[in-house]
């Protein structure tokens, strides 16, 4: 995973609700697909199949955003990591949202983008700024001190859990981290053999009698 | 100290701490399907990691998988590099795959309770946010993501912080035609898809004792559209004999073993949880949803809400949502035409909801102008099925009786609806485009889909068998 330090780039708000991950990206058709297109392939679009020059990730000056301001419960439905890699793939690298499904939070969290609640005060200046600023300046997110500088100049800082910010910063192995304890692993797995065989040794199965 | 179900699974699974201090909960059983699994499957190959616990492993094809009759790899021209990706890589890494003609064939969160693959107390991740299907047995599900998958095939853990618990108390009893899809879409329109956000949900109390264990798949299959980690209801006498004789589950010496240790998967007495909540289910009628997510539920005897009598921040969903649904304020939903029928999915696709849309149906027919499609769970729930007739009296209904799998519920097998069409469905996501571009989605139960599709509007399917 690449690390994460500070990222300075154009915010865009899109603050509706509940957007699912069937809206942040439909079901992918293909094994390789294009998931730059495939964000918000629906809702971007018209029923002509025109972008919607009304959608703010559409709008000329947000085509290189790097911030996405977002609302309540953002990413809730389907566990699908696409909905991460397709806001990557466009350079979005983070997400100040209102909350988060907790799926999709562990889903950013696991590919270095960086997910942030602020207390509801402050998310509701950073949308007033964001959208006054209009893409026409840029904003700041710095991981290392915790801090949201908004377009229009106002600080914010933001709490992180102590281990997924690191995690971040180092760009850490989720997988190396947790077979460091391949020690443990091993010891727990000999102890079921003997307290639950049934757990691990299963039967033969191949149609009901 | 008292302790509730989920801490006793969480002591029972946890490995230790990660230097990071999130536990590592061992994972008991891992189901993959071939929408995420080729991309994990894809990684660990060039990162040259090995699968720690194939035997432990096993692999569905479900969601791009035609449910024509007489399908093969190819029926569904989007789904075959998936299902051909699928099978390279289970066979590359020794995991037992249940391909389209393998009788164990079916919707993951369908599968591993009915062939005793899930059993009560154990952890069980899938790549899929349905996982908590298997709560229902008592068992604690894990929905990830593609990386999670890769973890779990890699560790055979989850390293994760232990989510708050939140009790949902069900108190009296469900009436006749009421059931596990009625209770969770009035739990939902209670707390909402955000209502159980951080929390692992333990639905109990008399209301839960009273369901069936297929009803109890299909509430706890919800929890994830109330914004839950997870949810699960304490293993009792019902769930031992449901399993009983099933493929994988224990027998002989083994099943006394695991008998003594489910028997104390429950709650003590004491237990504290981190919040609850109570709902009466006395009278509870059949619901239906009106809007664009599954908390957008009424009694079906309701009329559809006016936004400027919600809460302010529930107010522009709701007119979106009435805007997509072509829906004015005060419109009852009975009597709403409907153009489509769904029965199927991992939330009402088991055999008990095919009896009971059956039953609904018997010496009945479609209305006119209605499409309605059947699609079995698994591929055993349709041979059980059709051993019953059931297939029969979908068919002489004007049902097309499918091949199973994920089908119209997520659209992603070539089954979809039309733009504009009003669709009664029995899934568990009634998003916007999710069974096909512009199409209406109402969330019911099997009974209510059913009846639906004779009358060819929503009603109310006690009235409607009480009237003959
Ligand atoms: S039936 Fe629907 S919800 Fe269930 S696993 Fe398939 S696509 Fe997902």
């Given at each position: 995973m690449q690390p994460f330090q500070t990222v300075s780039g154009v915010a865009v708000a899109?603050?509706?609700?509940?957007?699912?991950t069937d809206e942040i990206?439909?079901?992918?058709?293909?094994?390789?697909?294009?998931f730059a297109e495939l964000l918000f392939a629906r809702r971007k679009r018209l029923a002509d199949g025109?972008?919607?020059?009304?959608?703010p990730l559409n709008r000329a000056q947000f085509a290189k955003a790097e911030v996405l301001v977002a609302g309540r419960n953002?990413?809730?439905?389907?566990?699908?990591?696409s909905a991460v890699w397709a806001m990557l793939a466009v350079g979005i690298k983070v997400i100040v949202a209102r909350s988060f499904a907790d799926i999709y939070r562990d889903n950013c969290l696991k590919n270095g983008l960086l997910p942030v609640v602020l207390v509801a005060d402050d998310q509701d200046q950073l949308e007033r700024d964001v959208i006054d600023a209009d893409g026409a300046s840029q904003a700041v997110v710095d991981l290392v001190t915790q801090t949201i500088t908004s377009p229009t100049g106002t600080n914010f800082s933001f709490e992180m859990d102590a281990a997924e910010r690191t995690a971040l910063l180092e760009g850490l192995d989720d997988i190396g981290v947790s077979l460091r304890e391949e020690g443990s692993i091993r010891a727990f797995e000999l102890g079921l053999a003997i307290d639950s065989p049934w757990l691990i040794a299963l039967p033969v199965a191949t149609d009901i009698d | 100290m008292p302790e509730t179900l989920i801490d006793k699974i969480w002591s029972t699974h946890r490995v230790g701490r990660r230097i990071d201090g999130k536990d590592l909960i061992y994972i008991d059983r891992h189901l993959l399907h071939e929408l995420h699994a080729p991309e994990a499957f894809r990684k660990m190959t060039a990162a040259g990691?090995?699968?720690?616990r194939p035997e432990l492993t096993f692999g569905d094809l479900d969601h791009?998988?035609?449910?024509?009759?007489?399908?093969?790899?190819?029926?569904n021209p989007d789904g075959v590099d998936f299902i051909r990706a699928m099978r390279a890589g289970t066979s590359r890494f020794g995991i037992r795959l249940f391909d389209l003609?393998?009788?164990?064939?079916?919707?993951s969160h369908v599968v591993g309770p009915e062939i005793g693959l899930i059993l009560p107390g154990m952890t069980y991740a899938c790549p899929?946010?349905?996982?908590?299907?298997?709560?229902?047995?008592g068992a604690l599900a894990f929905a990830c993501g593609t990386s999670e998958l890769e973890h779990v095939l890699s560790t055979q853990t989850i390293a994760v912080t232990k989510p708050r618990s939140l009790r949902v108390l069900l108190g009296g009893r469900l009436s006749r035609l009421v059931g596990g899809k009625d209770v969770a879409l009035r739990v939902l329109a209670e707390?909402?898809?955000?209502?159980?956000?951080g929390h692992i949900i333990e639905f109990a109390g008399p209301a839960i004792d009273d369901l069936e264990i297929e009803g109890r798949l299909t509430l706890c299959n919800l929890s994830i559209e109330m914004g839950a980690r997870s949810g699960l209801i304490a293993a009792d006498e019902k769930t031992f004999s449901w399993l009983e004789?099933?493929?994988y589950a224990p027998s002989g010496r083994d099943l006394e073993l695991a008998l003594e240790a489910w028997k104390s998967m429950r709650s003590d007495a004491d237990a504290r949880f981190d919040r609850e909540v109570t709902i009466d289910c006395d009278g509870l009628e059949p619901y239906v949803t009106w809007?664009?997510?599954?908390?957008?539920?009424?009694?079906?005897?309701g009329t559809v809400p006016d936004p400027?009598?919600?809460?302010p921040e529930r107010r522009d969903r709701t007119e979106r949502a009435l805007e997509y649904m072509d829906l004015a304020v005060g419109?009852?939903?009975?009597?709403?035409?409907?153009q489509r029928v769904f029965i199927g999915s991992c939330t009402n696709a088991r055999l008990s909801d095919l009896k009971v849309a059956a039953e609904v149906i018997a010496g009945r027919r479609i209305a006119a102008g209605v499409i309605g499609l059947v699609v079995p769970g698994s591929s055993l729930v349709k041979r059980q099925a059709e051993a019953l007739g059931l297939d029969v009296v979908f068919t002489d209904a004007g049902f097309v009786w499918g091949e199973s799998g994920c089908s119209m519920c997520a659209?992603?097998?070539g089954d979809h609806g039309e733009p504009g069409e009003r669709c009664i469905s029995t899934t568990n996501r009634n998003f916007e485009?999710?069974?096909?571009?512009g199409v209406r989605t109402h969330l019911a139960s099997p009974a209510t889909a059913a009846a639906a599709a004779v009358a060819g509007e929503i009603v109310d399917v006690r009235d409607f068998l009480d009237r003959g």
């Open positions: 899109y603050l509706a609700d509940d957007v699912n990206t439909p079901v992918h058709r293909s094994l390789e697909p294009d025109s972008l919607d020059p009304s959608f953002f990413g809730c439905g389907s566990s699908r990591e | 990691r090995k699968v720690r791009t998988v035609s449910s024509a009759v007489g399908r093969d790899d190819q029926s003609d393998d009788p164990f064939q079916g919707i899929d946010s349905h996982a908590s299907t298997v709560g229902g047995l707390i909402g898809v955000a209502g159980a956000q004789g099933r493929p809007g664009t997510d599954p908390s957008q539920a009424l009694p079906v005897t400027d009598t919600l809460a419109t009852p939903l009975v009597g709403l035409p409907i659209a992603g097998n485009n999710r069974q096909g571009a």
